[in-house]
């Protein structure tokens, strides 16, 4: 069972490009969750996202940050018009659905560097 | 020892030493709480968990110790070997909140 994937694990932009970060979660979880992590910091939660809606996004920025979670496919999230503000580590988690309360893996990161 | 630079707070053991990580967490309505190690480049590892009606469990070398009293957690590495070295974080959250809370996050760096 493959675990949660991230990508591009790397992500180079120059300001005012979009950055789109992909997360395919673990097979047979159905909620997503996304971190950011500054370096030498903790992680700090973004949005929680089940197929097709948007739970809780109260950990993200109200402009520019948008993400989804369609039917098929990975969970998107999209930065436009990145700042240097914005480089960091962006976390992918997701949970299976009906297990117990968050019990949430891991991906392995996408490295956003905005020049 | 342990040691506060300008970002992480650092403790440095020997090997074979055990190692005591602690953590101050904020909610006191919080009743889950999960240790996660991160290695450099990768993403948060589950290691431990324990929920607010126990004071302690234990799994293969660490153990978690849970003061609500003083809202305090500390992760106990038995034989730390240089494998351990990576920056640990413990997090929190309460049921049905679904997003975890993580602390700032310890350095451990084991010597041979």
């Known amino acids: 069972n493959a675990g949660v994937m991230q990508n591009p694990r790397h992500l180079v932009r120059r300001r005012g490009q979009e950055a789109r970060l992909r997360c395919s979660p673990m097979?047979?979880?159905?909620?997503v969750y996304w971190y950011r992590q500054l370096p030498e910091e903790g992680l700090k939660f973004m949005v929680y996202l089940q197929k097709e809606n948007i739970i809780d996004e109260s950990g993200m920025p109200k402009e520019r940050f948008s993400a989804e979670f369609p039917k098929e496919g990975p969970s998107i999230l999209r930065i436009q018009q990145v700042v240097r503000g914005d480089s960091a580590a962006y976390f992918c988690?997701?949970?299976?659905?009906?297990?117990?309360?968050?019990?949430?893996?891991f991906g392995p990161g996408t490295r956003l560097t905005v020049l | 020892g342990e040691s506060v630079g300008l970002h992480l707070p650092t403790l440095s053991v020997q090997e074979g030493d055990n190692s005591i990580i602690n953590c101050a967490y904020s909610n006191s309505a919080s009743d889950y709480f999960i240790w996660y190690k991160q290695e450099s480049g990768k993403g948060p590892q589950f290691i431990i968990d324990i929920r607010s009606n126990m004071d302690k469990r234990q799994g293969q070398r660490v153990t978690v110790l849970l003061n609500k009293t003083v809202k305090h957690l500390s992760l106990q590495i038995a034989a730390t070997q240089p494998g351990d070295s990576a920056v640990y974080f413990c997090?929190?959250?309460?049921?049905?909140?679904?997003?975890?809370?993580f602390g700032a996050g310890t350095r451990l760096a084991v010597h041979p």
């Open positions: 988690a997701s949970s299976p659905t009906g297990s117990r309360n968050n019990e949430q893996f």
């Open positions: 097979k047979g979880h159905s909620h």
């Open positions: 997090a929190e959250t309460y049921s049905g909140y679904n997003k975890l809370i």
